[in-house]
Every structure is written in structure tokens, then in C-alpha cells.
């Protein structure tokens, strides 16, 4: 497969990128990622403004230099604190912070952030106007189509002019609109219909700034899309299906690097892994990023049940339960490669029988 040109604006070093995912896209599942992507943009969970300021900084913003790109994502919004919270961040190394307009949570709301301020766009700017001026690396917005009855593609239109303003690097543009009231965050993700014209639109009547898109996307859907918008998010598929992220690197980035294949991406991941339950991490934490590595393939279901529950035994170290759940799904394969050929096998007998 040829590499698709990456975009000529300022969206051509993050054409791809894993979407904030909450009790997701932690350290130990960006750490495991990096063995699959080395280029894609990840994120970090979204962390609140104030929890910068205040909380424990190596939990909430630690991360391992492996995990480069990373972007920080931010929730607030007040000004000052925000353009706090993202000096810190660029004083600990991350590559850009991002601003949270597009969460629906009852929590991000009681804060009056997340996707409610869309209805703001004048405090929004004024956010992305602090940050920009704090910081030297980029800051970027991820929103939405709109929200509750403020969801018209002119409001985003006006919404998107007045962020612009400021300077912002990037929009990321969730193809769905959020219901304050009535939905779950998990219902916002899926029942509100995807709105991809809107984006597109977005991106033609903004051809200077950098637009990417998300909702509903896998891997597959890229190539396509970068051929409308200048970058793509994903987000779901990234965490039930991570390795389907292996041919980005080559098909997007034109990185020619051998791909690891899924037993070297685990073992990769082990020392990692290993070195955080010396430091006191929780074991279920530490392993649920491996959990989809095998979605889609024959032993998928026993590749999770024997991580999951190995870990909740502990009688081994988490290497020797890995290698026995690898084993496990090796004789799976084998079972069902032998079934197949049998199949095969009596399928061609019956055939020359039925000839002769």
C-alpha cells in the first residue's frame, strides 16, 4: 500500500492520533502503544486544571520519554489557571496541551467545562489565548459539532471563528453532537448521529487552519481522510483493537522500521510492566492495556480470561502469566489451523468422489 502525502500545514507532524480516553490512555497503555505506533500522537486522560496545580504531579502528568508525542489535556475554565497548568506541562516535557471543549460528563459540567463551553466561545479564546501566550509548544482544541439546541453547523462555524482567533494550532472537531441532559457519556458516543459533512465543510471554509476529525473512525478510514481534513483521531478502536495501529506507521508516517508482531509487542511491554509492580502499581491496571492485543484473532477470549485471571491468582510473576496466556493462544491457533485443513481436506475428497 502506497503512503498517503501528509498534509503541507502544521498538522503534517500529527496526522494520526489516539483520542483522551478516560480510565484508558494512561502511562501504561501509552507506554504499550508506542510497541505498535512509534509516531502516532497520544494523548493523556483528561486532567482538570486545578488538579495540576494542586494534586500529585508524577500520578496525573508522569509519563516515560518512550511515549513522545504526547499531548496533555486539560479541562477548565479559568484563564490563569489554565495557562498555569500548561507551563507546568511544558516544563515537564509534553509536545502540546490540549484544551477539553467537547466532554458531556455531569462532572465536567458542575466545573462549567468540557463540551458547555461551546456556548462560550469568548471565554474559550480567552482560555486558548492564556495558554498560547504561557507556553512555546502547541495548544490544541477538541469539541464538538455542537450541544444540546446550540448544534447548527453555523454554530460551530461561529465557534470555530472566534477560537481562531487566538491563534489556536488545531481543531479536532468529535462528528457528533452532546446532549447535557438525558445521555450518558457512553450514549453521547453512540447514539447521536456522526455529522462528517460538517467537518468536511469546516476544513473547506477554514482551508488555513488545521482540522482534524473524529468519531466513529478506524484505522482503515484514514487514507481516505486525509484526504478531506488534515488529520485524523481515533479513539475506541485504539483501545479494543490496538494492533490493528500497526501498518500506521508505515502507511501514514512512510516509516519503512520492521513491525513488531504481537508476542514481541508484549514482551516489549514486560519490563515496563514489571518495574511498575515493583512500585507499588495495581497488577489489573498495569495489564489491561494488553487485553484487545489479539481482537479479531482465533484466542482472543482466552488470551484475556487467562491475563485476567492470573492476575487476580498472582501465583507467578506477570511474565510467567503472559507467557502462559501466549501459550494458551498458540494451541488455540493450532486446534483451529488442524480443524481447518481437516475441513479442507474432506471438502477436496468429497469433491473428487462426487466427480468420479
Known amino acids: 500500500m502506497e503512503s498517503t502525502p501528509l498534509p ?130 502547541p495548544v490544541t482544541c477538541k469539541h464538538r459539532i455542537g450541544f444540546d439546541e446550540i448544534d447548527k453547523y453555523e454554530d460551530m462555524q461561529r465557534f470555530v471563528a472566534r477560537v481562531a482567533q487566538t491563534g489556536c494550532d488545531r481543531f479536532t472537531v468529535h462528528a457528533r453532537k452532546a446532549w447535557l441532559q438525558g445521555l450518558s457519556p457512553k450514549d453521547n458516543r453512540n447514539i447521536p448521529p456522526l455529522r462528517y459533512d460538517d467537518v468536511y465543510r469546516l476544513k473547506q471554509e477554514f482551508p488555513n487552519l488545521v482540522v482534524e476529525i473524529n ?44 513491525t513488531l508482531s504481537r508476542e514481541e509487542v508484549v514482551r516489549r511491554y514486560l519490563p515496563y510492566a514489571e518495574d511498575r509492580l515493583t512500585m507499588g502499581h495495581r497488577i489489573s491496571h498495569v495489564v489491561k492495556p494488553m487485553l484487545g492485543l489479539f481482537a479479531g484473532e482465533v484466542g482472543a477470549r482466552l488470551w484475556r480470561r487467562q491475563l485476567t485471571e492470573g492476575g487476580n491468582k498472582r501465583t507467578e510473576s506477570l511474565t510467567e502469566i503472559v507467557e502462559t496466556a501466549l501459550s494458551a493462544v498458540h494451541s488455540a491457533q493450532a486446534r483451529f489451523a488442524e480443524s481447518t485443513a481437516a475441513r479442507a481436506q474432506a471438502a477436496t475428497i468429497a469433491d473428487i468422489e462426487h466427480g468420479s
Open 8 to 137: 503541507t500545514n502544521r498538522a503534517a507532524s500529527h496526522p494520526v492520533s489516539v483520542a483522551p480516553m478516560m480510565e484508558r490512555t494512561d502511562r501504561h497503555y501509552r507506554v504499550f502503544m508506542r510497541g505498535i505506533t512509534k509516531h502516532t500522537l497520544l494523548y493523556t486522560e483528561m486532567v482538570v486544571a486545578q488538579a495540576v496545580r494542586h494534586g500529585p504531579r508524577d500520578r496525573l502528568l508522569g509519563f516515560d520519554a518512550v511515549e513522545h508525542p504526547i499531548s496533555l489535556q486539560l479541562g477548565g475554565d479559568d484563564p490563569a489557571l489554565l495557562a498555569e497548568a500548561s507551563k507546568i506541562a511544558e516544563d515537564l516535557g509534553y509536545d502540546e496541551v490540549n484544551l477539553n471543549v467537547g466532554c458531556p460528563s455531569s462532572r465536567v459540567q458542575s466545573g462549567n467545562f468540557g463540551v458547555c463551553l461551546m456556548g462560550d466561545p469568548d471565554r474559550v479564546a480567552d482560555c486558548i489565548e492564556a495558554m498560547r501566550s504561557a507556553v512555546s509548544i
Open 215 to 258: 468519531g466513529g473512525l478506524r484505522v482503515a478510514d484514514i487514507q481516505s481522510q486525509l484526504t478531506k481534513v488534515d488529520a485524523v483521531m481515533l479513539g475506541r478502536v485504539a483501545w479494543d483493537d490496538p494492533y490493528s495501529f500497526v501498518t500506521v506507521d508505515a502507511d501514514i508516517y512512510g516509516d519503512d522500521s520492521p
